[in-house]
């Protein structure tokens, strides 16, 4: 395909990934304006022709276009050839509407799709550094943008094609004045050339912020509850209304160059075809005896050569946009996790082997950390807060991956493992469970085929969550989550340990299980745990006494090394830390220098 003009060029770089199948389209919009225009360009020449003829009282004309010239050529046949003309213009006109409204279409799915399956394919360290809000705004405003996108090249093809077959007509009809126009015209983009630069590089900025302010928009929303009880809805208010102000400011220049450069444009050009006319009056280059018609085709060409410019200009604007999409995409496809790998048939030992870890280079967080842990055993992890407890944590579940030394499963580095496969013997409970806004029994469930009632209902009994489940007005079928019923923290727990059990794992993490709960919760979870005990691997971080009771081994962290690893009785006497907290008798209330 050919590329009009800069701004498309990069535009189109940037869209044709989400074309897809619709780049075959793109010939046939080609084609569609092409004889368009040309349908067009004769339907204006044989109008002029008609009322120039009634108007002088002739019932026949004289035509010439170029090279092609027939005297006597009787009105009823010319208004026979309006009507033919009119009837071409229309199908073509409706053939490049369809195709531009296909392209549009699977543009925005595949863009819609590609940013969230990108998104939810990338690693952990790359998802967890992604900015609230951000990839709403992403999937909102810059799906639609490229949706936009592909719209408008779509029309500044057309544009473009109409545009030069009605140029090329008018060449035809009248050289002079057309091509004096033309010349006019080429001068005039050129001049205008810097305003499209502001526009890209204000819109550019413009694009920045509305990503700021949508940032800020999501934490407010993830945060209202605190908003509301410290009472500073002015505060965040004001504060958003620093970062809102300069985006305004911005916004305001955007729209004022958008709207002003196609205006100069038009005034500008439609004084070329005046000044074309005056020439050719004037020398006299050409028998003035077209004129007319080739005033209504340059004029008409302009109106094309205005929406060009347009298109131009929203290219411009959109530029940056498709640029940080993309970027994102790139961020997001580089961090994608390999799928494939061994099977892992069952866990037998895990192992880190002098295991270094660091978020931020040069601050390590875990330091050559070995242990061994056999199948089916309860281990506690202990330390103060900082001391990189949830770290050893993620790298435990594969979300991260250590910098240094090795992750061993039954002897074999862990990054090997075909990530099914992980996934289905390392599970999970994070501190604070999220419910989705579903039934009870898709909450268990989370998005897993193949597991029927009777299995969610197993891993609820497991949980000791199922009694609370059958008292609800729905029991399963009840819909929980935001916006509907919530579970209290202790509920929401338990159902966190549901889900991490529908699939029998055989290592099940637990980041402080217990630490927000009440007695009788406390009591439910620590009976689940009992039950666990021997069959399913367990490594629960604690901080309450209580709950490290069922732990066959202790493992103190002290900034991010291996204080004591060892049965309880023994870890009492050789840890300082969890002396101090045996002495608090609960480990949240203990001291923080670790
Ligand atoms: N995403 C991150 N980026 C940078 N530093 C981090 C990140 N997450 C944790 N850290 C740092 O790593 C260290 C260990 O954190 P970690 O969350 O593992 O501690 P923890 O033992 O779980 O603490 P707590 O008991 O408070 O949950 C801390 O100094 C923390 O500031
Ligand atoms: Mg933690």
């Known amino acids: 395909m050919k590329r009009p003009g ?13 074309y897809g199948g619709s780049s075959r389209r793109l010939p046939g919009l080609a084609v569609s304006s092409i004889l368009g225009g040309f349908a067009e360009a004769g339907l204006l020449y044989a109008v002029v022709r008609v009322a120039v003829a009634i108007a002088a009282g002739e019932d026949s004309v004289d035509l010439s276009l170029g090279p092609i010239a027939a005297d006597g050529v009787r009105l009823g046949v010319l208004f026979g050839l309006c009507g033919g003309f009119l009837l071409l213009r229309l199908g073509f006109a409706v053939w490049g509407s369809v195709l531009t409204a296909r392209i549009a279409t699977e543009t925005l799915r595949l863009s819609r799709s590609r940013v969230f399956s990108d998104f939810l394919h990338a690693d952990w360290p790359t998802q967890s550094a992604e900015r609230e809000g951000d990839l709403q705004e992403l999937l909102s405003t810059h799906v639609g943008r490229i949706t936009a996108g592909a719209t408008m090249l779509s029309t500044g093809m057309v544009a473009f094609f109409n545009f030069i077959t009605i140029v090329l007509s008018a060449l035809v009809v009248s050289p002079a004045a057309a091509g004096i126009s033309l010349l006019g015209a080429g001068l005039l983009a050129v001049v205008l050339r810097p305003l499209s630069k502001m526009t890209r590089r204000l819109s550019g900025d413009w694009a920045a912020s509305n990503r700021e302010v949508a940032s800020r928009v999501a934490e407010g929303v993830r945060v209202s509850q605190e908003i509301q009880v410290f009472d500073v809805a002015d505060e965040v208010n004001a504060d958003m209304e620093r970062y809102v102000r300069p985006s305004l400011r911005l916004f305001y220049r955007s729209r004022l160059i958008a709207r002003f450069t ?11 075809v005046i000044a074309a006319m005056a020439l050719v009056w004037g020398t006299g280059v050409d028998d003035g005896s077209q004129l007319g018609a080739v005033v209504l085709l340059l004029v008409r060409a302009l109106t094309y050569s205005q929406q060009l410019q347009t298109t131009v200009q929203q290219a411009n604007e959109l530029a940056p946009y498709l640029e940080q999409l993309t970027t994102q995409f790139e961020i997001y496809e580089r961090a994608a996790r390999p799928r494939d790998g061994e099977p892992l048939g069952t866990v037998t030992d895990l192992r880190f082997e002098e295991v270094e870890f660091a978020y931020v280079s040069n601050v390590p967080v875990i330091r050559r950390l070995s242990f061994s842990i056999e199948p089916g055993e309860a281990i506690g992890l202990v330390g103060a807060s900082g001391s990189g407890k ?14 240094g030394g090795q992750y061993l499963v039954n002897g074999h580095a862990a990054e090997r493992y075909a990530l099914d496969d992980w996934y289905r013997h390392f599970a999970y409970v994070p501190q604070d469970n999220k419910l989705l806004r579903a039934t009870v029994a898709d909450n268990i469930r989370f998005f897993r085929s193949g597991f029927d ?83 399913t691997t367990l490594i629960i971080v604690a901080h309450r006494i209580s709950t490290l009771g069922i732990c066959d081994k202790l493992m103190v962290l002290r900034e991010g090394r291996l204080e004591a690893f060892a049965a309880p009785d023994e870890v009492a006497t050789s840890s300082d830390f969890y002396r101090d907290a045996l002495r608090l008798s609960t480990l949240g209330g203990a001291r923080g220098e670790g």
Do not use: K
């Open 262 to 272: 196609p205006e100069v444009y038009q005034v500008t050009a439609l004084g070329l």
């Open 453 to 535: 009632d009777q299995a969610v209902e197993r891993a609820a009994r497991l949980a000791h969550l199922h009694d609370e489940i059958a008292r609800m007005p729905d029991g399963y079928d009840t819909i929980i989550g935001s916006g509907a019923a919530d579970l209290s923290g202790g509920q929401r727990q338990r159902m966190g340990i549901a889900r991490a059990l529908l699939e029998n794992p055989s290592v099940l993490v637990l980041d402080e299980p217990t630490s927000a709960l009440d007695v009788r919760s406390e009591t439910l979870v620590q009976q689940s745990l009992t039950e666990l005990h021997g069959r």
């Open 390 to 403: 949830s770290t050893v944590v993620q790298l435990l579940l594969g979300l991260r991956q250590p910098l």
């Open 6 to 18: 800069l701004p498309f060029r990069r535009i189109w770089d940037r869209i044709q990934p989400y």
